[in-house]
């Protein structure tokens, strides 16, 4: 199965509760949990110790808004990438939110995620 034969209403649909959980967690600054539906080799890439370190002092990373806007979605080869406008809740601003998505042993994963 390739995600990017899937229509944009069914990714968003799978994506969006993804990235709310990303903010769920990263709010809470609970890593383990942030980083459960990684694909492994995101997982094995990120160091605990740095991504601790922001989630302790990142004053967005710990602030994040539930309130999101997906602005497009890209497909290339077996991924595909939301972007999202993400919101602060003690910052003001806009900030682009990306999450890309595939399938790793038949289950849907993260592949990447990062707000700029």
Same mark, same amino acid.
């Given at each position: 199965?390739?995600? +990017?034969?899937?229509?944009?209403? $069914? +990714? ?8 709310? #959980?990303?903010?769920?967690? &990263?709010? @809470?600054?609970? /890593?383990?949990? =942030?980083?459960?539906?990684?694909? &492994?080799?995101?997982? %094995? ?9 922001? =989630?302790?002092?990142? $004053? ?12 497009? +979605? +890209?497909?290339?080869? $077996?991924?595909?990438?939301?972007? /999202? ?17 595939? /399938? @790793? #042993?038949?289950?849907? %994963? ?5 707000? =700029?």
């Amino acid at each position: 199965m390739n995600i +990017i034969e899937k229509s944009d209403e $069914e +990714i968003l649909a799978m994506a969006r509760p993804l990235w709310l #959980d990303l903010v769920k967690h &990263s709010n @809470e600054g609970r /890593y383990g949990d =942030f980083a459960k539906n990684f694909s &492994s080799d995101l997982a %094995r890439a990120l160091d605990q110790v740095a991504a601790g370190h922001q =989630f302790a002092h990142s $004053e967005l990373a710990r602030n994040l808004s539930e309130q999101v806007d997906a602005l497009g +979605i +890209i497909r290339r080869g $077996e991924h595909v990438t939301v972007l /999202y406008r993400q919101r602060s809740t003690k910052k003001p601003g806009e900030w682009l939110g990306r999450l890309v998505l595939g /399938y @790793e #042993d038949g289950k849907l %994963r993260i592949f990447g995620a990062s707000i =700029f």
